[in-house]
């Protein structure tokens, strides 16, 4: 409880939630509507400026760009979010096994975890899409691929570094289960941090699957995502700069939304910074 | 320091042995062997011909076996040859590394003449205005994307002759002058985005160091604040930026792909995009190979310069 009335006070960790909340709400309203159909091509209104009819003005094939970003803010959100719930899950489960079990097992999966981080992320993200195929799908996997060791490498220091303090030995003494241990005593120890991580990994997954998209391996036309919108627009932004700025700064809200919201929690979590943080 | 270096050195083997296993076993998953993907669908084969093309591709053996003799030819710097073009694929990637470097170091260049003056800035005066600005900053810096402030240069500079290379790149040996002109833009829009972070990286660095004791001690005994700042905190502070800079340089080799395609300059993450396009094999195992390996190089020597300068970590 003491978090929330906290977190209230964290404007910084606010602005970011405000951000997030207005982006899904977004999303969820282009379910059921969107001012033009973003699919819909007219050649009547090719490249039109911001104007009352089209507020960010249209594309190539004449669609509306304010339409196509709500739809594409759907595309881009559950990728990255479910791309978040895979690397989040598998990444505590390795962590979780890695530190709290050891031995060889640790050793082996912690070299796994080493190799995984001996890429540049978008590299293994376009070597496994190369790989799986340009499906949606695929880009869920190869972001959650990507993300998963962090969490790995996160939860098992946290894990490690609690397990030996005189509480746990207690809990142990007085017959505690394994699980019993965990879920009671360790996890609520280390759910701050990996909260952090978690929004840290949204704000990576949008602008892995933008990239993603930007270069052709992700989101596939005519479905419209922020990362392909801005490929598509890379012939004509010179002549129709809005086709290119207004898919961009449409990803970098919301990655500031959540980078935000993860700095903010990183203030809570730490408050050796909270004076000294700028 | 020799004992550090060693241990260092000894405990990337196991890691790279790690790297060139996934490598090769990915590439196995893909449904259709590198010797159908050859051939495509218009060559017609006698069976006696495709079992010399299957020894020749190497695919006549268990797959083990198969790994242990391609990991020995890698070892030799023999990475294969391409499957669209049949040129050995480590001469056409290697070619392309030195554009690939020079925008790595450009772009960390740029980050720390920017990020690093304006972090001192920023720390001498502590108010609030100030503190949510460079925060606001420093996150914004994370949060763009490095292509789309790519785009925006394009379009903001698409007038100006030279700034743009699109197509007609120049190399450094060639004429220097205009390299580098040619790599201003592309090393910027990589380089402001990191810059942010290193702004605010270093001033919340030196906010911390300023608290320590020895910085009251060397208050107390009456030295000036820009004594204090720039002999005692500074050093302490800036120390941790290697780390960040040595992280970014890896990460840049490979991730900056999209600055390549914006631009059009003929680096390797282009060549890797292409090669996944073309669907040429070889050619994308041994860029993954390179770069992962440099990537690995790359943190191995900031560990290795961090223990050289900070003797507390070689202890540990």
């Known amino acids: 409880m003491k978090f929330f009335i906290r977190l209230r006070k964290n404007y910084i960790a606010l602005a970011g939630l405000t951000i ?29 400026p911001p104007s009352l009819k089209h507020i960010l003005g249209t594309d190539e094939f004449g669609r509306d760009i304010l339409s196509r970003i709500i739809w594409g803010s759907r595309i881009s959100i559950l990728i990255s979010f479910t791309a978040t719930l895979i690397a989040s899950l598998l990444g505590i489960t390795i962590g979780t096994v890695s530190g709290f079990w050891g031995g060889k097992l640790d050793n082996f999966l912690m070299r796994v975890v080493d190799v995984l981080f001996s890429f540049p992320p978008l590299l293994l993200a376009i070597f496994i899409m190369g790989i799986l195929g340009e499906k949606t799908y695929n880009v869920i996997i190869a972001i959650g691929i990507v993300y998963t060791p962090q969490f790995a490498r996160l939860v098992r220091a946290g894990v490690l570094s609690i397990k030996n303090l005189d509480f ?82 449409a990803i970098v809200l919301l990655v500031l939304g959540f980078n935000l919201l993860g700095d903010g929690l990183r203030d809570l979590l730490d408050p050796r910074l909270r004076n000294i943080r700028g | ?90 001469p056409d990637i290697l070619s392309r590394l030195p554009l690939s470097l020079e925008l790595t170091i450009f772009s960390l260049f740029l980050s720390v003449i920017i990020g690093i003056p304006l972090g001192i800035l920023s720390s001498l005066k502590q108010n609030p205005i100030i503190d949510i600005l460079i925060r606001i900053i420093g996150l914004l810096g994370l949060s763009l994307p490095q292509f789309w402030l790519a785009t925006l240069f394009v379009i903001l500079f698409s007038s100006l002759e030279g700034l743009i290379p699109m197509g007609n790149f120049i190399s450094f040996s060639k004429n220097p002058l205009l390299n580098i002109k040619m790599l201003f833009l592309p090393s910027l829009a990589i380089g402001l985005g990191l810059g942010a972070v290193v702004m605010r990286f270093t001033r919340n660095n030196i906010l911390e160091v300023l608290q320590m004791d020895y910085i009251k001690t060397a208050k107390a005994k009456g030295l000036s604040q820009k004594a204090v700042l720039f002999k005692h905190a500074l050093r302490n502070a800036l120390l941790p930026i290697i780390t960040i800079l040595g ?26 995009l292409y090669a996944i396009f073309q669907r040429d094999y070889p050619l994308l195992q041994g860029i993954v190979l390179i770069i992962s390996f440099l990537f690995v190089l790359i943190n191995l020597l900031t560990d290795i310069l961090y223990a050289f300068i900070d003797p507390r970590i070689r202890y540990e």
């Open chain 1, 20 to 48: 997030i909340i207005f982006y899904l709400l977004m999303a969820i309203v282009g379910i059921f509507w969107t001012p033009y159909d973003p699919t819909e091509m007219n050649y009547e209104e090719v490249l039109q």
């Open chain 1, 168 to 249: 746990i030995q207690s809990a142990i003494a007085i017959g505690g289960g394994k699980l019993h241990i965990l879920s009671k005593h360790i996890f609520p120890n280390i759910l701050i941090p990996i909260i952090v991580q978690i929004s840290l990994c949204l704000s990576l997954g949008i602008l892995l699957e933008s990239a993603l998209s930007f270069l052709g391996l992700g989101v596939q036309p005519p479905y419209p995502s922020w990362g392909n919108m801005l490929s598509s627009a890379r012939r004509f932004m010179i002549i129709a700069p809005w086709t290119a700025i207004f898919p961009g700064l």
């Open chain 2, 1 to 90: 320091m020799g004992k550090y270096i060693l241990k260092r050195l000894l405990s990337i083997i196991p890691v790279l042995f790690g790297v060139s296993i996934l490598v090769f076993f990915l590439v196995r998953l893909i449904p259709g062997s590198a010797l159908e993907l050859f051939l495509g669908t218009q060559v017609e084969a006698t069976p006696e011909q495709m079992e010399e093309l299957r020894r020749i591709f190497g695919e006549d053996k268990p797959i083990p076996i198969l790994y242990l003799e391609w990991l020995s030819r890698i070892l030799r710097g023999d990475f294969g040859y391409s499957l669209r073009t049949s040129r050995p694929v480590l």
């Open chain 2, 247 to 272: 992280f970014n340089a890896g990460y840049l080799l490979g991730g900056a792909i999209v600055i390549e395609e914006v631009f059009a300059l003929p680096g390797m993450g282009r060549l890797a």
